[in-house]
């Protein structure tokens, strides 16, 4: 390499490290300061805390009742997950293995309901799940999350199981393996990595969602995280120690799944957004 | 072979009817439906009748509509030109880096696109505080305190201040997809340029861009509709004010909801989703022929 090629190199280098910074360190600042109460926030604003308090975290986690947001949070996305996970993966074998009559239509019909924006069907669908009943209980959100979440995912899968080769399932069903031993002993086991992928793009979709929970919810008892932050913020909002102990409690979850998955996050996130 | 038969037509039957019905009937059904209720009247959260095209000419002529669609328009032309302009400049300076800053930059500057949307809000709701908030607070700190003012408490600043957190959030994104285009770029092709003594600004005109076009769609697609439907970060940040200033079409959609109005919601989400659908077949359309 030249000396100007070096020199170009390092010149790049130092804007990503720069940029960098400023992307994380309104991150960093928000862990470092929900170790501090008022007092030392304002006399030690840029300084790591003297003393920690953990009490922040119990002050957020039982007074501001994330706990129990929390648990209507991870049950919720859990069992839509789950659910989401589940009906496409059957979907997309049924799709590329099952060769029915209409397949390639019932594809279709999925691919193009992710078109259709949600806030076109915000309105009826508050109307619809009232009418149910359903509006005042866990069900609301576990639905809306997993049927919102089956377009992706099913689309996701089919495109991958169109690349596991026929033989494969050929010598499955030589063997004696009929449409389940194919699904249970090829499918399944192939398509863990994607479903991987996929999980994390549901979950962090899941965790996240805000004007669906905001419309729809109107019981405090069972709102979920990204509400109920915000319920605690317009109540203990300057109090910015439980406030920063309150986000990160909402954060760590996803900040370890990235940590752990980061290829299969950004995997997720940019195939998921490259559906067209 | 015809127990075989059945057993697969069970099977089928398992596989494809539960999420089948579920997608017709929370998509279509349900869009079907957003675009009946548009045309009729709403009085107390019921409907009590067909009124033709009256939603449509209230949402219209609502006072807060004409403020809201100019807001939304500013965050799209915003959002659009920095964040796709960002997204590639940070990609190319990332593959120009040295492996290990390309490593950990490319992950850092990703982080912001997994975190809850409420987070971010709360988070920079907080930095944006008058009194004690962190950029203000730096801005004392490095002698330029007269710049220091409530961002989100001003009309003329509200939005932008916005309109960052926006773009703060969701460079990463665009970033990566150029990013992962630009890896397609072999090491053949950028020898190929420097024999014939290209310039760095050659090669990254004739070399990058190309090669990130197919993308360069996909990140208008994602950031134009993103914005007309912006809403989340907005909302939490100022609750659409100060005095409108924030205010977007999706919060008229969604206060019309609060507020039971549900036909003229309606006939704003049936309105919305027209200008969305125009949009990506305009972006497919300046798109096509030349791609595939």
């Known amino acids: ?276 | 072979m015809a127990a075989l038969r059945t057993a697969r037509f069970w099977m089928i039957g398992l596989f494809v009817i539960p999420p089948l019905v579920l997608i017709f009937f929370f998509t279509y059904y349900l869009s079907f439906q957003s675009l009946r209720l548009a045309f009729f009247e709403f009085s107390s959260g019921q409907e009590i009748g067909f009124n033709g095209l009256q939603n449509f000419r209230d949402a219209l002529n609502a006072e807060r509509f004409g403020p809201a669609v100019i807001v939304t328009l500013k965050i799209v032309a915003v959002v659009t030109v920095f964040q796709i302009a960002g997204g590639f400049f940070l990609a190319y300076f990332l593959v120009r880096s040295n492996k290990w800053v390309q490593n950990i930059g490319r992950v850092a500057i990703f982080i912001p696109v997994v975190l809850p949307g409420t987070v971010v809000a709360i988070l920079w709701k907080f930095i944006y505080t008058p009194e004690g908030g962190l950029l203000n607070t730096l801005l004392e700190a490095i002698g330029l305190g007269s710049w220091a003012m409530p961002w989100l408490g001003t009309t003329e600043t509200s939005l932008y201040a916005s309109i960052a957190v926006n773009i703060w959030k969701y460079v990463g994104l665009t970033m990566m997809l150029f990013y992962l285009a630009m890896q397609n770029v072999s090491k053949d092709q950028l020898e190929a340029a420097r024999v014939d003594g290209a310039t760095a600004r050659q090669e990254l005109w004739y070399v990058y861009l190309p090669a990130v076009k197919p993308v360069l769609e996909i990140n208008l697609v994602l950031t134009v509709l993103g914005s007309l439907r912006a809403f989340d970060i907005y909302n939490m940040l100022t609750n659409g004010g100060p005095v409108g200033s924030t205010t977007t079409l999706t919060k008229l959609i969604v206060d019309n909801i609060t507020a039971r109005n549900y036909g003229e919601g309606a006939a704003m989400s049936v309105m919305l989703f027209a200008v969305i659908a125009l949009v990506t077949v305009l972006i497919r359309k300046s798109f096509g022929g030349e791609q595939k």
């Open chain 1, 1 to 276: 390499m030249s000396r100007k090629s070096r020199f170009m190199e390092w010149g790049y280098s130092s804007v990503i490290a720069v940029i960098s910074l400023i992307m994380v360190y309104p991150l960093l600042f928000m862990i470092i300061n929900s170790f501090k109460n008022n007092k030392e926030l304002f006399s030690n604003y840029w300084g790591l805390p003297t003393v920690f308090r953990y009490e922040n975290y119990v002050r957020a986690w039982v007074d501001g009742k994330l706990s129990m947001y929390a648990y209507n949070s991870v049950l919720v996305t859990v069992t839509a997950t789950l659910a989401a996970l589940i009906m496409s993966t059957m979907l997309s074998y049924a799709i590329v293995k099952l060769r029915f009559k209409g397949a390639n239509i019932v594809f279709l019909c999925i691919l193009f309901a992710m078109f259709i924006p949600d806030e076109m069907n915000i309105v009826p669908r508050f109307l619809l799940l009232n009418d149910l009943g359903l509006i005042g209980t866990h069900w609301n959100l576990f639905i809306v999350y997993a049927v919102g979440a089956l377009g992706m995912s099913t689309f996701i899968l089919r495109n991958f199981m169109l690349s596991i080769p026929g033989e494969l399932a050929e010598a499955a069903a030589i063997d004696g393996s009929g449409d389940w031993g194919v699904f249970f002993k090829i499918y399944v086991p192939l398509v863990v990595p994607v479903l991987l992928s996929v999980t994390i793009l549901i979950i962090n979709g899941i965790w996240g969602e805000y004007v669906w929970a905001l419309v729809s919810v109107t019981d405090d008892k069972l709102r979920t995280l990204p509400i109920g932050l915000t319920v605690f913020q317009s109540l203990h909002g300057s109090n910015y120690g439980p406030l920063m102990a309150g986000l990160c409690i909402m954060t760590i979850p996803i900040i370890v799944l990235f940590t752990v998955f980061t290829r299969q996050f950004v995997e997720g996130m940019t195939s998921g957004t490259v559906k067209g």
